[in-house]
């Protein structure tokens, strides 16, 4: 079943009796409306298990957005979530009714797809109306309420036009809309953002998030674009291999990653690979890179002695700065590249045959060094922007 049909037929079975929606309807204390909560959410098929175990909280009013590379069970978990995929086991609650077993139709949740799934044939008025027909609105409520969100999402002229005389944004805000049309407490956003152009994506990232404080309802967004999820979210539930890896704020993802899967894939990193040893003159421990470079790690780590590998952010190494810091590493090295991005300037440095970094400067007047390609240049960084993690067989 394709997601057009999907939410057809959730429509079609909009008229039936509720009685079934009744039936589970009942709550857990102390939830609130617009939260979500997942327990030991598993989806299977055959011998493949595409969501392992989830389990989160998502507080009302959250914007949170699961973030994860193809395959990585991210969709499927939203799917679950709106009614569309049936899990092998756990639970899910919305303001604590449980809605594990419920028709999609009767979970009340806005959802746009990475299609927009607008119906060609009706006219943008029609598509933002078709959930309030199916809910059995009367016509003057119905155009009350087409008006009020085509205001919201800044479209009150396009009314009477179809969607193929639309732009690529301007049928994503009439799929925003006729999501929000009816209220709900909770909107599901399935990668809604990935069919457009680099620039119009960033504009929207910023009126989604602004549509998001204005309304103050929770939404849970998914994506593999890890530059979307920092900008729009209050928290990131970071995926792989069908199970959760690290849930927290974009700062504590991107500054405190937990795993160096999580700190490659959330930003760009330097990876310097090594041993762990331990000081010979005094306690803690020493890394000691591929190439022979010996760089402190920052105390109280609990670290112990073997392969591992370092991580710096290209931001954070100071490069030909002549400030003496005293908890600051310094190595030499030689510039093989210098690419200008506009707003940056990135530098690929060889420390050694072996250790090759990279360094990321604004492109600040007065403040970028004249650096070429062949140049000698000297780097550092400080401690607390070290992390170092011990090397296993997945990562």
Not at 17 to 37: I, L, R, T
Not at 356 to 361: A, P, S
Request: hydrophobic share 40%.
């Amino acid at each position: 079943m394709t997601r057009v049909e999907a939410i057809s037929r959730g429509a079609d079975l909009a008229g039936r009796s509720m009685s079934e929606a009744s039936k589970a309807d009942h709550h857990v204390s102390g939830s609130e409306p617009g939260s979500v909560q997942l327990r030991g959410l598993t989806k299977e098929y055959g011998n493949f298990r595409a969501v392992d175990d989830v389990s989160f909280d998502i507080s009302a009013g959250e914007f949170v957005t699961i973030l994860g590379p193809s395959g990585s069970g991210k969709t499927t978990v939203l799917m679950m979530l709106a009614g569309l995929i049936e899990p092998s086991s756990g639970t899910m609650a919305i303001a604590g009714r449980d809605v594990t077993n419920m028709r999609p139709q009767h979970r009340n949740l806005g959802v746009v797809f990475q299609s927009y799934a607008l119906f060609p044939h009706l006219t943008v008025a029609e598509n933002i109306a078709f959930p309030l027909r199916m809910r059995r609105h009367t016509e003057a409520v119905i155009r009350q309420k087409v008006g009020e969100v085509l205001e919201l999402v800044r479209l009150p002229n396009v009314a009477q036009r179809v969607p193929s005389e639309l732009s690529g944004g301007q049928q994503q805000r009439v799929a925003l809309a006729r999501a929000l049309v009816f209220d709900p407490p909770v909107l599901l956003l399935d990668e809604p953002l990935s069919a457009l152009d680099k620039k119009l994506r960033e504009h929207m990232q910023f009126e989604l998030r602004e549509l998001h404080r204005n309304l103050g309802i929770t939404i849970i967004n998914i994506t593999h674009d890890q530059t979307e999820a920092l900008i729009m979210s209050d928290r990131v539930v970071i995926m792989r291999d069908g199970k959760i890896v690290q849930y927290g704020t974009p700062s504590e993802l991107y500054e405190r990653p937990q795993s160096k899967f999580v700190a490659d894939f959330v930003g760009i990193s330097n990876f310097l690979a090594g041993q762990l040893c331990k000081i010979q003159t005094g306690k803690g421990y020493e890394f000691v890179t591929h190439g022979g470079l010996r760089c402190h790690v920052p105390e109280g780590a609990q670290l112990s002695e073997g392969k591992a590998r370092l991580m710096l952010r290209p931001e954070r190494i100071v490069l030909n700065d002549s400030i003496a810091i005293a908890t600051q590493e310094r190595f030499e090295g030689k510039v093989l590249e210098v690419v200008y991005t506009g707003d940056l300037i990135r530098y690929r440095i060889a420390l050694n045959d072996d250790d090759v970094i990279d360094v990321t400067l604004q492109n600040k007047p007065r403040h970028v060094p004249q650096i070429n390609i062949g140049s000698t240049v000297s780097v550092g960084w400080n401690l607390e922007d070290v992390q170092v993690f011990v090397d296993l067989p997945k990562e």
